[in-house]
């Protein structure tokens, strides 16, 4: 007698596991940002990145490297202190794969001074495509490129390092940094009592011959398994920068103790500490007394790399979304084809596409501010309200993403539930809102006429844009009044949009009208799917996109 068969149902109507995917080829956006911002030259390299980055082997490493998270390893075996943290290899090899394309150098050259050219939008380009596969070890390889940066301040210091962190060899042996084949810089600010209010640190730094001795405690130390740190301390002239390695200058492993790892809500693959220095090696970087001046230099491209991966974030969710709903039967046609969800997965896919063209054209800036004081002014005014502006649309948006999968969406087998609880970090990693806000005001106060021509240029490009002279004219008045710091968000968040929408009117006009009827007006829709977006403009939007695969 045959045997019944005890299974009650067959897998149909769900979508296939997504395929590999060239992430620029497929990406026509970001292609356009790319072209327009002069990094068209670099197409080839780009290329071979896109598709070596959308394999499924690479959504496999990121998939591993937060499924296993890092563990402190106080001691070793024979009870000597170490301090050292484990990672799953997936995580070294996405580091390896990370430095190999210069993520964390590319934009300086051999001395340490700006690469020039476009080597900001084609490392943002390839910045971009990583975080749509994993953004949880771009916290060091980001902190890594920005030191460069306040390292300028000590050029002695920098000569030093440059020759090792100058390499695209990831080298994660526990080691001095002067011994290694490459290296990874970190940093620590950010103590219990104070956050934002680094003015109120209270770790000490003792001159120690011509080094320091660092005592007191950091509640956020990022990437504790670099080979270095800057980390501000207090010193007789007032806050200062210092350049802490793991060893001193013996071989011996510097007084440096991770009390334990933060339980991160997302971000889970990165390693973040809570640590003691107890009479850490330190050298001085930049002028004592003026550490924060020294560090923000760091802190300005840590932010603009915070924007660019919010919205490498956004994009791998809209493909995520797009695919499946391309894939999946509803009411006898496939989800994707319903009127209600091309809506949403349209202007969806509009907040991307303004949104990469805005990074871009900010990355731009970066690269001609050398020698343009106008993309100086714009780099200063912008990058803060960027940063506020895309970090803060990341979370919503990848909601949005989760819930066109519907329950699948919501589950740890696929990659949004990932993306959902790393979307909020970016916005609140060096500088919340708020702070971002404060940041606008003050660079408008402090360079009022740079500032005030920064804003006319974008008047200039949006005049002919609906609602762009009403948006430019609520900036205005929002930052010139008496307490701008009441309504500091709204006009940020205009600021931020009208760039975007001068940006996309760069690169694609039509869409810029469509960004700005649905973004600029007096009162905009606030949901995906609300905007009255026509159908054929709709399905022109989401092939550029995705092709049908």
């Given at each position: 007698?045959t045997?019944p068969s005890?299974?009650?149902h067959e897998?149909?109507?769900?979508?296939p596991p997504?395929?590999?995917?060239d992430?620029?080829?497929?990406?026509r956006?970001l292609l356009?940002?790319i072209?327009?911002n002069?990094g068209a030259n670099?197409?080839?390299?780009?290329?071979?990145?896109?598709?070596?980055?959308?394999?499924?082997?690479?959504?496999?490493r990121?998939r591993?490297?937060?499924?296993?998270?890092?563990?402190?390893k106080t001691f070793d075996?024979k009870?000597?202190?170490r301090d050292q943290?484990?990672?799953?290899?997936?995580?070294?090899?996405l580091?390896?794969?990370?430095f190999k394309?210069g993520?964390h150098?590319?934009?300086?050259?051999?001395h340490?001074k700006p690469?020039?050219?476009?080597?900001e939008?084609v490392?943002a380009a390839?910045?971009?495509?990583a975080?749509q596969?994993?953004?949880?070890?771009l916290?060091?390889?980001?902190m890594?490129?920005a030191s460069?940066?306040?390292?300028?301040?000590q050029?002695?210091?920098?000569?030093?390092?440059?020759p090792?962190?100058?390499?695209r060899?990831?080298?994660?042996?526990?080691?001095?940094w002067?011994?290694?084949r490459?290296m990874s810089?970190?940093m620590?600010?950010?103590?219990?009592?104070?956050g934002t209010?680094?003015?109120?640190n209270?770790?000490?730094?003792?001159?120690?011959?011509?080094?320091y001795r660092?005592?007191?405690?950091?509640?956020?130390?990022?990437?504790?398994m670099?080979d270095?740190?800057l980390?501000?301390?207090?010193?007789?002239e007032?806050?200062?920068?210092?350049f802490?390695?793991r060893?001193q200058?013996?071989?011996?492993?510097?007084e440096?103790?991770?009390?334990r790892?933060?339980?991160k809500?997302?971000n889970?693959?990165?390693?973040?500490?809570?640590v003691?220095?107890?009479g850490?090696?330190?050298l001085?970087?930049?002028?004592?007394g003026r550490?924060?001046?020294?560090?923000i230099q760091m802190?300005?491209?840590t932010r603009?790399?915070?924007a660019?991966?919010?919205?490498g974030?956004m994009?791998?969710s809209?493909?995520?979304a797009?695919y499946h709903t391309?894939?999946?039967?509803v009411?006898q046609k496939?989800?994707?084809d319903h009127s209600?969800?091309?809506s949403?997965l349209a202007?969806?896919?509009?907040?991307?596409?303004?949104s990469?063209?805005?990074?871009?054209?900010?990355?731009r800036a970066?690269?001609e501010?050398?020698?343009?004081?106008?993309e100086a002014?714009?780099?200063?005014?912008?990058?803060?309200?960027v940063?506020?502006?895309?970090?803060k649309s990341?979370p919503?948006?990848v909601?949005?993403?989760?819930?066109?999968l519907?329950g699948n969406?919501?589950v740890?087998d696929?990659?949004?539930?990932r993306?959902?609880?790393?979307?909020?970090v970016?916005a609140?990693?060096?500088?919340?809102?708020?702070?971002?806000c404060?940041d606008v005001l003050?660079?408008m106060?402090?360079?009022?006429?740079?500032g005030?021509e920064v804003?006319q240029?974008l008047i200039?490009d949006?005049s002919a844009?609906t609602g762009?002279?009403?948006?430019?004219?609520l900036?205005a008045?929002?930052?010139?009044?008496?307490?701008n710091e009441r309504?500091?968000?709204?006009?940020?968040?205009m600021?931020a949009?009208?760039?975007a929408a001068a940006?996309?009117?760069?690169?694609h006009?039509p869409?810029?009208?469509l960004?700005?009827r649905?973004r600029?007006v007096p009162?905009p829709?606030?949901?995906y799917g609300?905007s009255?977006?026509?159908?054929?403009?709709?399905?022109g939007?989401?092939g550029?996109?995705l092709p049908e695969?």
């Amino acid at each position: 007698m045959t045997q019944p068969s005890f299974a009650t149902h067959e897998v149909f109507n769900q979508s296939p596991p997504l395929p590999d995917i060239d992430l620029l080829g497929a990406d026509r956006p970001l292609l356009e940002a790319i072209t327009f911002n002069q990094g068209a030259n670099a197409h080839v390299e780009l290329e071979a990145f896109g598709k070596a980055w959308g394999t499924t082997e690479m959504a496999e490493r990121g998939r591993l490297a937060n499924e296993y998270t890092p563990k402190l390893k106080t001691f070793d075996a024979k009870g000597m202190r170490r301090d050292q943290v484990e990672f799953h290899p997936s995580y070294h090899e996405l580091m390896a794969e990370s430095f190999k394309a210069g993520l964390h150098n590319s934009t300086w050259d051999a001395h340490g001074k700006p690469a020039g050219n476009a080597s900001e939008v084609v490392r943002a380009a390839k910045f971009y495509m990583a975080a749509q596969v994993e953004t949880g070890h771009l916290c060091p390889v980001t902190m890594t490129r920005a030191s460069v940066a306040a390292l300028g301040s000590q050029p002695d210091l920098l000569a030093q390092v440059m020759p090792v962190l100058g390499t695209r060899q990831y080298d994660p042996s526990f080691a001095p940094w002067s011994a290694k084949r490459g290296m990874s810089i970190g940093m620590g600010m950010t103590e219990k009592q104070g956050g934002t209010d680094v003015r109120t640190n209270a770790t000490r730094a003792f001159r120690d011959g011509d080094a320091y001795r660092i005592v007191g405690h950091k509640w956020f130390m990022s990437a504790p398994m670099c080979d270095a740190f800057l980390v501000l301390a207090q010193t007789d002239e007032g806050l200062s920068c210092f350049f802490m390695p793991r060893f001193q200058p013996d071989g011996s492993v510097n007084e440096i103790r991770f009390q334990r790892l933060k339980d991160k809500l997302g971000n889970r693959s990165n390693a973040s500490s809570e640590v003691e220095f107890t009479g850490a090696y330190a050298l001085p970087v930049g002028e004592l007394g003026r550490g924060i001046r020294t560090i923000i230099q760091m802190v300005q491209l840590t932010r603009q790399d915070c924007a660019i991966a919010s919205a490498g974030l956004m994009r791998s969710s809209l493909v995520h979304a797009l695919y499946h709903t391309r894939h999946r039967t509803v009411f006898q046609k496939r989800l994707a084809d319903h009127s209600l969800m091309v809506s949403v997965l349209a202007d969806m896919a509009l907040q991307v596409e303004a949104s990469v063209a805005l990074v871009m054209r900010l990355c731009r800036a970066f690269d001609e501010a050398p020698n343009d004081p106008l993309e100086a002014a714009y780099m200063r005014l912008l990058t803060p309200a960027v940063k506020y502006w895309i970090c803060k649309s990341a979370p919503p948006f990848v909601y949005e993403a989760m819930e066109c999968l519907g329950g699948n969406g919501y589950v740890e087998d696929g990659i949004l539930a990932r993306h959902y609880r790393e979307a909020p970090v970016n916005a609140i990693w060096e500088g919340s809102g708020n702070v971002m806000c404060l940041d606008v005001l003050r660079a408008m106060s402090r360079e009022s006429d740079a500032g005030t021509e920064v804003l006319q240029a974008l008047i200039q490009d949006t005049s002919a844009l609906t609602g762009g002279p009403a948006a430019a004219g609520l900036i205005a008045r929002a930052l010139l009044q008496v307490d701008n710091e009441r309504t500091a968000r709204l006009a940020v968040e205009m600021l931020a949009k009208l760039a975007a929408a001068a940006a996309l009117n760069e690169i694609h006009p039509p869409h810029a009208e469509l960004f700005a009827r649905t973004r600029l007006v007096p009162e905009p829709a606030t949901l995906y799917g609300a905007s009255d977006i026509p159908t054929e403009i709709a399905k022109g939007l989401l092939g550029r996109v995705l092709p049908e695969m």
